[in-house]
């Protein structure tokens, strides 16, 4: 998910290009605001911390652009790109990194568990949205064994 910070600072495209060009398939995107209880549903890990209003009235002040990626090791690979939360500890080359501000504005949410993904897919999207096909280089880059 790219967030609030993400979408009013105009760099969805870069980041998105970032997967694009790592080999990453986009099998699903939506614009969506936030609601309370989404948010709330979304981030129920962390209800309990003092920064958790902060972090609700963030989220829920613009768009995110959600999005499914598809690839080997999908979830490990985006995470490491993505880099650690905090941005100033994320290294350059990372896009928390090169485009994070801080903590709380760091551009990007990625699923830390193929269970989560699984989880925060079926939160955000209906089965016919996410979509099934096949890239042109897929075949050449993953072979016929590895597509997954």
Same mark, same amino acid.
């Given at each position: 998910?790219? /967030?609030? =910070?993400? &979408?009013?600072?105009?760099?969805?495209? %870069?980041?998105? #290009?970032?997967? $694009?060009? %790592?080999?990453?398939?986009? &099998?699903?995107? /939506?614009?969506?605001?936030?609601d309370?209880g989404? +948010?709330?549903?979304?981030?129920?890990?962390?209800?309990?911390?003092?920064?958790f209003p902060?972090?609700?009235?963030?989220?829920?002040?613009?768009?995110?652009?959600?999005? &499914?990626?598809?690839?080997?090791?999908?979830?490990?690979?985006? %995470?490491?790109? +993505? !880099?650690?939360?905090? +941005?100033?500890?994320?290294?350059?080359?990372?896009?928390?990194? =090169?485009? !994070?501000?801080?903590?709380?504005?760091?551009v990007?949410?990625? #699923? =830390? #568990?193929?269970?989560?993904?699984?989880?925060e897919?079926? %939160?955000?999207?209906?089965?016919?949205?996410?979509?099934?096909?096949?890239?042109? #280089? $897929?075949?050449? &880059?993953?072979? $016929?064994? $590895?597509? /997954?």
């Amino acid at each position: 998910m790219l /967030k609030p =910070d993400a &979408v009013t600072r105009g760099l969805c495209g %870069r980041i998105l #290009s970032r997967f $694009e060009t %790592r080999g990453f398939k986009i &099998v699903a995107a /939506k614009m969506m605001r936030f609601d309370q209880g989404k +948010c709330e549903e979304h981030y129920a890990h962390l209800k309990d911390k003092p920064f958790f209003p902060r972090l609700v009235e963030f989220i829920c002040q613009t768009p995110v652009l959600t999005m &499914v990626l598809e690839g080997k090791d999908a979830v490990n690979q985006v %995470r490491e790109m +993505c !880099g650690p939360t905090d +941005c100033g500890k994320a290294p350059a080359g990372t896009i928390r990194g =090169d485009f !994070g501000l801080s903590i709380q504005s760091n551009v990007i949410h990625a #699923s =830390d #568990s193929l269970e989560t993904a699984k989880q925060e897919i079926a %939160r955000f999207f209906k089965p016919e949205e996410l979509m099934d096909y096949v890239t042109l #280089s $897929e075949p050449i &880059v993953y072979g $016929e064994d $590895e597509r /997954k």
